[in-house]
């Protein structure tokens, strides 16, 4: 999982009065035959996948590395033993993906107030060059604070003002802008503008994929997030770890336009840096809350030298495929990424990041489907495929590529359901949708769970955008209605809270560290349940004669009215 999620939240309330034709094919769910099929996921299947992908003969599982070609191979012949179909046209079980890997090795300064003030790397900032050349160098350049660094018209929102940042080193903060509800002091997260950026609902302009990207439009030289924990979702020691490591990026013809040096600045660091400039880091987050903020020049000149080692690398989406019957040239898509952080050669003691949770459980969960819908009798009415990825913590790369590059036209993919960590710790009486009633999917998972005596938890921190954070976003992006869901922190039989603190404790603790390996007394009952539902879900997703839908509101759903259109 490229971030981990600390979730908690009432059940949602909301339910749906399914249609005498939902409520017919919701019927079939629970058919003999669906619910025989359901069985053939248990947890000792899980367990035994999760062993053998989390394995450190697997060497975490790294894209480009001889942990990959292992991996891989692994997924093939499971595919095969099971007897689906190789999902490319081509005859092959797996998709080539063309990355990039940059390794940047910085150095950086910055000249305030007639003192130059040095950055270490990586410990004060982290910083790349996605640029296929040998080094990019930005000397004495203007920094300028851009606020959130945000244009977003709908909103009347401006955080350039006609300010030309071109050829500039621009630094702005994580997240969306945090425009505080009318009565509500400044810095009260709980209590933020619904009218404004969906309230603490990230919208995508608080993706830092953006920010990078309306730096390159805008044309700056260099761009700094400043990183703080709390609206980032995650410490600076995963950033720090991530940038540190080689990058990889889907090749592009227009790489050469992207801004010179993108990266992050620790919170400490840039204090330091606005203090010395006259500024204040805390009055200036006040004021880039409100639509009048305007650039500020810190009155600095920032210079990088930025040395970037770039390999082209052909990394692998691993597909497999069961044909459907009446409507089998139309596709249900189950996603897992089966990448790791791989290992660090140069780290004293254990180097392997086995990823055992993050993500050989949900790569294991793939292949439990895929055994029950192989089982199922008959098949359903659409195809269905099972699309194991590469790069997800990298940046979601493998399914960028399959959504641009798709095997299979994306007007007639149904739906993408996607698993990124599932449920080690014994059952749960909910399961957690994030980005709940975006789509029409929301809806066949709440009748499946209601069905089961489940419910849904919505998200409890949607401000740190976890929805864009795994790869049913890259689907989403093209306008597939995609479901991602997370693990329930309703525990049964532990006391109240006990959910929170077991995801909480994962995620301060193993969470892309290479402690993240199987541990004893995990409990897979709670995964094979959220399993057994995900399937009836795809099950129904396949048979009915409409396909899921984009709800109003939702920013993908022009795109998916164009394409079906």
């Avoid at 996605?130 to 300028?144: F, G, K, Y």
């Avoid at 830092?208 to 761009?223: C, D, L, N, S």
């Avoid at 939702?554 to 009215?561: M, N, P, S, V, Y």
Wanted: glycine share 10%.
């Amino acid at each position: 999982m490229l971030l981990a999620a600390l979730l908690v939240g009432a059940c949602s309330k909301t339910s749906d009065s399914p249609s005498a034709a939902g409520a017919a094919s919701d019927s079939a769910a629970t058919a003999p035959n669906v619910a025989s099929a359901a069985q053939a996921i248990t947890a000792q299947g899980l367990l035994a996948h999760v062993k053998d992908l989390a394995a450190d003969s697997m060497e975490g599982r790294g894209p480009g590395t001889p942990g990959e070609d292992k991996t891989v191979a692994y997924l093939t012949r499971q595919f095969q033993s099971l007897g689906l179909a190789p999902g490319n046209p081509d005859g092959t079980y797996v998709q080539n993906v063309d990355l990039v890997g940059y390794t940047s090795r910085p150095t950086a300064s910055i000249a305030v107030a007639g003192k130059t003030m040095a950055l270490r790397f990586p410990d004060d900032y982290v910083l790349n060059s996605r640029h296929d050349r040998p080094e990019t160098r930005i000397d004495a350049s203007d920094v300028v604070f851009v606020g959130y660094g945000v244009v977003a018209p709908e909103y009347g929102w401006d955080d350039y003002k006609d300010v030309d940042v071109r050829g500039k080193t621009i630094v702005m903060l994580v997240n969306d802008p945090a425009v505080p509800a009318p009565g509500a002091p400044l810095g009260d997260m709980e209590r933020l503008d619904s009218t404004m950026f969906h309230g603490k609902a990230m919208t995508y302009y608080g993706r830092w994929t953006y920010k990078y990207e309306i730096a390159t439009q805008k044309g700056a030289a260099a761009v700094l997030i400043v990183h703080e924990t709390g609206p980032a979702g995650y410490p600076y020691e995963v950033v720090k770890g991530s940038y540190a490591a080689e990058q990889f990026d889907v090749p592009s013809p227009d790489a050469e336009k992207r801004v010179g040096a993108e990266g992050w600045i620790t919170v400490d660091k840039a204090r330091e840096l606005f203090a010395a400039a006259g500024q204040n880091l805390d009055s200036l987050k006040a004021a880039a809350t409100r639509k009048d903020f305007r650039p500020v020049a810190l009155n600095a000149k920032a210079t990088f030298d930025v040395k970037i080692a770039v390999r082209r690398v052909r990394s692998k989406n691993v597909v497999a495929k069961l044909e459907g019957t009446d409507r089998k040239d139309e596709y249900v898509i189950y996603t897992a990424h089966w990448d790791h952080l791989g290992r660090d050669t140069t780290a004293q003691g254990d180097q392997i990041f086995n990823g055992a949770l993050d993500n050989a459980t949900g790569t294991a969960g793939l292949l439990e489907l895929a055994k029950a819908f192989k089982g199922l009798q008959p098949a359903p009415r659409r195809s269905i495929l099972f699309v194991s990825v590469t790069g997800e913590e990298k940046g979601l790369l493998g399914a960028k590529y399959y959504a641009t590059h798709p095997l299979y036209p994306l007007a007639k993919t149904a739906a993408d359901i996607n698993m990124d960590e599932l449920n080690p710790w014994g059952r749960t009486r909910d399961m957690i949708v994030i980005g709940l009633g975006n789509s029409t999917l929301d809806d066949v998972l709440r009748r499946v769970l209601t069905a089961d005596g489940r419910t849904i938890t919505p998200d409890a921190e949607p401000q740190k955008g976890f929805y864009y954070r795994s790869d049913h976003f890259e689907f989403a992006k093209q306008g597939v209605p995609a479901l991602y869901t997370e693990i329930g922190v309703d525990a049964v039989g532990q006391p109240a809270g006990t959910g929170l603190k077991r995801r909480q404790t994962f995620d301060e603790t193993d969470y892309h560290k290479p402690s993240d390996d199987v541990k004893p007394g995990w409990d897979f009952a709670g995964a094979v349940d959220d399993l057994r539902a995900l399937f009836r879900v795809g099950y129904l997703v396949a048979q009915q004669d409409a396909m899921p839908t984009w709800k109003p509101g939702t920013e993908f759903k022009a795109k998916r009215d164009s394409m079906m259109r």
